[in-house]
């Protein structure tokens, strides 16, 4: 067989996975979708949903278009074409996520009523759509763009095009993520203030103005958000273990497609697992879920072995495939002890939150900073163990590309796992709000709170794989200077010493822009939660009615609100990454750049963990409150659990797991714009 | 004059700085303390607070002298020797500003009754007796180790020997940081929680049994804690700087002394600023402190010129000296800025709680994140420029290490504007708890609400130095590293680049250093300010007449168990640094051992200055809604505004601050290990 045929192999699996995700479609379409009103709510989450994606989406395009202008100018008609794709691509898997995502609430709801097997059979399905969409798209796009601009005479034309795809990615979903997650936890957090705080009616409590606004943001910000952000993690960390393969093998093809077989064979072995996903006869949710993973990691390892052997004529690089699997499943485990009630972690939360608001808050913090360290340690294990395994030197880092890219490899299980989260949510929404017996929304309660963990496994594993990822694209922004700056006959070569005052400069920049962009998008969740709870107090206030149940809330004001802040919340943060690499790199030069490229991954890891994870912990304690201890619901523990379930809920949503395309987009535009240095600076 | 006067000029204006202070210890004594109520409360104070003190030393002093064996055993006995002065004198830093506090609290109560201007001229003065033992002190080891074990033919005896000394000062500093603030915040938080927002009850009521053991606190954390930790800034931040003078200069004495000149300059400068401040006619208590730090700012660069030129033999490092005092200017208004109740981020917390507890932690973590910002980008525009005007190279280095001498060269007025603070916070307390007449206690908080923004204007200045210090402190290790390896022999060089696996893995772990640190000192005092609470409930619910005020608390429990439990919780995170260099460096080896340097500090100032700040802000703008903003004292918003001061506390008073020591630990620890390294590793 010949290397040659990698791409359309490629392109078959991809192939396969969207022909999957069809299938799924048409199978959850033809699941009931429940009665007239559970209908209509769905129906008004999905209008919600797609009116203020639509906008996003318009909102982004006017960047991406200038972005795209400006790559044509800058670089060449290729890499702009490349990164439209990747913007295309990214945005259409967070459109199909949020759709599936809209379409199958209302018929979870209805399956919940069979019991928890069937609900979460029909949820999971759900989320296995988005899950492979996301790879299928990710993989098409790679394959695709290599085929059409491959040129055996010139073979950087195609490896330098797939920069612009994983920058298109990473930049619509940096903005996805922000935009949506801004609608999502500022309609969330103003729906709790005013609902659950002050006037003491329950979540999704349809007498509550901002319910439908909190129902759409879990759509446009987990569903459409998170799709957007796995498809560009996928693509970004294939792109830096190609552009790794040419740069160090002197351009041999087998090197730079090597991650595409594995992305191939991993596509097949996810969707065996996916089959491996059921309850049987225990209630055991997580384990069910994990079952699923641990299938399609074993199969993937199984298929990478021959593989490796045909086309890279020696193991080795299977060795680093093994570490960036292990790395997967174990980062699941850490964050699930640091996010399930089942933990030390988040009972001491619970616990700390009967001496009031304060210790909870104070407790959830600490833990969320222990909860960082644990899966950081981990990634550096597996980046010294693919580089030592790989024989160090430039194959040592290449083997951690493909330790990145066998983690990644298992994006198509793990978006599946995050995604049925969402839709649970949902569903338990909308058994709330028409009035289905309790034993519906028990089912979606349950599925839900396991949902919370996934969520917070799935951001764990992209911030995890972002910093392999980091490692391998500051190696690749390392040898394409050499090469640049050898090209444009400088004398001097650039060493990034970590003493080197220019260096020391850009460290310390690069987590400048992780605490500038967190501050930003915490205040933004902050001012626009405000804005919410004005609208609901206001609504109580000159409506009357609304709490008897004789008057219906103005839901689309609230819907509105979210709206227009998050628009106008997500430019500047979402510029932040862009602005700084660029004005960096023209002002204190290369050598700065290239600390920048790094503090951001050392400050990013631990204030996405830190985030993420305090925020799903405090959710959890919350939920183990009301699951009857300390008092149970409406005890002052509670009280102060449900504030630091607010609390965290812009840290999980919206700062935190926003941190992981930052990275990337400081990435990539570092790497495009190593070209442009060498006219313009030195 | 020759050179070999300098240690002797150091030891003289030591003298002058502690006999300044032993002056202004007799002026205040001579003041009135007030009736027997309040001298009873005083004396109640003091000795909860010396009982204290002399337990957690006592605790301390077990890890000392191990360490100090170790060293010696290790090293050589003039190192440890010198550890053992450094220890005694942060030790004694220490006691002798909780001493002063103590005793002065009443006496500025009695001042206040004579109006705001008398009543910040005799709590300044005691705030002064502390900042002139630091640097008195800090420049008295500094010079007597020097004198002591200074030999023309083997400097690097007495070079090596004030690395000690540093390292004495730190690892008591650290400890005195944590276990005092693990006490006074568990105290204050317990306080809080019970008595302000369960019982309403004021602050410092004396029907609280938690009130003697916050107001014990206050002395034994932001006194005696902070004292210690002022200390080892100096005297770590000059053996930095005297250490590279010997490293890259060849060992010529001019160079390893100038830090220490500059410091007797400076110590001179700030007696003459000290006079500088007073109220006059205004009220305007900050311009008055500012007053003060001018004077001696530029009266200190006044007596640079000319010992820089005598010295040295031209004015370059004048000009990097220069660079420090701006830095040090700069630090003070940013940290002003955000921690202020007259500026928009302390508003915008304030604005955010008439939305509930929830925005306004939300909003004071956004705060607290862009507040780390600035002060770090004006270190690293302090870096480069203190580099590009010293020349680049080893000489450009240098620079950097005379900037952060220049910086703390202000020490002494600093440390005078922080003391202050708890000084009459004390004496708020005792006004209350003594009933003294209304007047008294709005004078004391005036001063009080100046102390907050002055106690955070000291904390970002410590770590904005500590940034600076450590950037010279990794140059003394990779120099001390090519010469011990050239001396064993070893072949290669070590060069730290940034994409080396190694060196990552170090950044990381550097990071993880910080985390893991700050989650315990924060949980730590969760878990204790959670007993202190439960105690506190008991009390109420078992002692009859204690809210009717015939019966008396039982102070002395509360006392005891955050004693018991600071002195618990204070060892584990006090020996993370320690234990983590000595595993890096002896498993990973070197080249990891300086990815943790760096990695400990740019993560560091981060998180310092982000908790720090935010815990300034949130207590601000508590005190901004009690002076009559959005419903004032017992609205809703004021009691969202007293969970955000709750949470700020321990991020404010335990971990923010200990993050300088742990910077310098992990630095001084690192530079201690590099002969043993030689011996094991390689």
Chains 1, 2 share one sequence.
Not at 182 to 188: E, L, N, Q, V
Not at 226 to 254: K, N, P, S, W
Not at 598 to 627: H, L, P, R, S
Not at 628 to 645: I, L, R
Request: one cysteine or more; aromatic letters at 10%.
């Amino acid at each position: 067989m010949d290397v040659n045929l990698i791409p359309w192999i490629g392109v078959g699996a991809s192939l396969l996975a969207i022909l999957f995700a069809l299938y799924l479609t048409s199978w959850l379409m033809g699941r009931p979708a429940g009665t007239e009103k559970m209908q209509s709510i769905s129906k008004a989450v999905q209008e919600g949903a797609m009116a203020y994606l639509a906008r996003q989406y318009k909102t982004i395009a006017v960047v991406g278009v200038i972005v795209a202008v400006a790559l044509f100018l800058a670089l060449d008609w290729q890499t702009a074409f490349a990164f439209v794709v990747g913007a295309f691509f990214s945005g259409l898997c967070g459109f199909i996520g949020m759709s599936v995502s809209t379409r199958s609430n209302a018929r979870v709801a209805e399956a919940a009523k069979q019991g928890l097997s069937y609900g979460l059979n029909v949820s999971f399905k759900a989320g296995t759509v988005t899950g492979m969409m996301c790879v299928g798209l990710a993989l098409l796009g790679l394959s695709g763009v290599f085929i059409a601009f491959y040129d055996p005479n010139n073979v950087s034309q195609a490896v330098h095009a797939l920069v612009g795809l994983g920058f298109g990615g990473s930049l619509i979903a940096l903005f996805a993520r922000i935009g949506g997650g801004i609608f999502t936890k500022s309609a969330d957090v103003g729906a709790d203030l005013v609902g659950k705080v002050e006037a003491g009616i329950p979540e999704d409590d349809p007498r509550n103005p901002a319910t439908i606004a909190d129902n759409v943001g879990d759509n446009v910000g987990d569903c459409a958000g998170m799709a957007a952000d796995l498809f560009e993690t996928y693509a970004v960390t294939a792109v830096g273990a190609m552009l790794l393969g040419y740069l160090i093998f002197g351009g041999a093809l087998e090197y730079i497609l090597y991650p595409v077989a594995l992305g191939a064979v991993a596509i097949v072995a996810s969707i065996i697992g996916v089959f491996f996903v059921r309850l049987g006869g225990s209630t055991n949710i997580m384990s069910a879920l994990y079952k699923g993973v641990w299938v399609s990691a074993i199969l993937a390892l199984i298929g990478f072995y021959p593989i490796t052997a045909w086309m890279l004529g020696d193991v080795t690089m299977f060795f680093a495939a093994i570490v960036g699997v292990v790395a997967t499943v174990l980062i699941m485990y850490i964050t699930d002890y640091y996010t399930s009630k089942n933990y030390r972690p988040v009972r001491s939360i619970a616990h700390a939150s009967q001496s009031g608001h304060g210790t909870n808050i104070i407790t959830g913090l600490s833990v969320g900073m222990e909860s960082a360290i644990p899966p950081t340690l981990m990634i550096v294990a597996g980046i010294l163990a693919a580089y030592y395994v790989g024989g160090g030197g430039g194959e040592g880092v290449y083997a951690i590309g493909i330790a990145s890219m066998a983690m990644l490899s298992m994006c198509g299980m793990i978006v599946a796992l995050d995604s049925y989260g969402p839709v649970t949510d949902n569903a338990g929404g909308i058994a709330e709000m028409a009035d289905l017996p309790p034993e519906v929304r028990n089912v979606t309660d349950a599925l839900d709170a396991v949902g919370n963990t996934t969520k917070a496994v799935t951001k764990g594993y992209a911030i995890g794989s972002a910093a392999l990822a980091a490692i391998v694209l500051f190696a690749d922004y390392v040898n394409a200077l050499k090469k640049a700056s050898a090209g444009a006959g400088a004398a001097a070569e650039y060493v990034f010493k970590l003493g080197d005052p220019l260096v020391l400069a850009g460290l310390f920049i690069g987590g400048a822009v992780v605490f500038m962009f967190s501050s930003l998008a915490n205040g933004a969740v902050g001012r626009a939660a405000f804005s919410v709870v004005e609208e609901v107090r206001r609504q109580f206030r000159e409506i009357p009615g609304i709490m008897e149940g004789t008057a219906k809330p103005e839901y689309g004001r609230c819907v509105d609100i979210v709206t227009k802040r998050a628009l106008k919340e997500m430019v500047v943060p979402g510029l932040i990454p862009v602005v700084t690499v660029l004005l960096v790199g023209f002002i204190l030069g290369p050598l700065a750049l290239g600390g920048v490229l790094i503090g951001v991954i050392v400050v990013g890891i631990y204030m996405a963990c830190f985030q993420n994870n305090a925020g799903g912990a405090w959710d959890n304690a919350k939920k183990w409150i009301e699951e009857g201890m300390y008092g149970g619901k409406g005890s002052e523990a509670h009280k102060a659990a449900v504030t630091g379930d607010t609390v965290g809920d812009p840290l999980k949503d919206t700062a935190g797991p926003a941190v992981n395309p930052v990275i990337k987009v400081v990435n990539v535009v570092a790497l495009l714009m190593v070209p442009l240095i060498f006219h313009i600076v030195r």
